[in-house]
């Protein structure tokens, strides 16, 4: 399914759905964030997605974690909650989502990490090379904000 990003864009569709999402910044000994490059829109972003029934959303950030990057993380803190109203996602399924996500903080206890279907580029990332990285403005933010100590963000 493809999607396609609105970031502060006069011209993005209004949104019909409202889905929450779990986010893991996953940091190594050396201080490195695990990053995953999306299939569907190539941008490098944190491993994260959406909450399924019967998971907290806790499990739901291990979760997404370990199948987009093969890395199995646990999780040492909450970076915060993510609620733009001017990010939207629009997929071509017709269905247009408003961004919503938690963002937890987490380090890796296990695992490789390994391209999937979802990911055609998995790595460990130091803060000072991710300017060398495309990454969507509301990844920056949150790892921003984790790199500034700016947590837990409420926005």
């Known amino acids: 399914m493809g999607r396609t990003e609105y970031y502060y864009d006069p011209a993005a569709p209004k949104p019909n759905s409202l889905v929450v999402a779990c986010n893991l910044l996953v ?10 490059r999306r ?6 972003a ?3 997605g959406a909450m399924d029934f019967g998971e907290t959303a806790a ?11 093969g890395i199995i993380a646990q999780i040492t803190g909450f970076l915060g909650v993510y609620s733009n109203p001017h990010h939207i996602v629009a ?5 247009v989502r408003q961004q919503y996500e938690n963002c937890y903080i987490g380090r890796p206890v296990s695992g490789e990490p390994t391209i999937n279907d979802e990911a055609d ?3 460990f ?31």
């Open 27 to 36: 940091t190594d000994e050396h201080g490195a964030i695990l990053l995953q």
């Open 91 to 95: 997929y071509t399924d017709g269905e």
């Open 39 to 44: 299939r569907d829109t190539g941008q490098w």
């Open 125 to 155: 990332v130091t803060p000072n090379d991710l300017d060398a990285y495309d990454i969507h403005p509301s990844m920056r933010q949150q790892i921003g904000d984790f790199l500034s100590g700016n947590y837990p963000y409420l926005g």
């Open 59 to 69: 499990e739901c950030a291990i979760r997404e974690c370990t199948e987009e990057t």
């Open 121 to 123: 580029g998995v790595a």
């Open 46 to 48: 944190l491993p994260g």
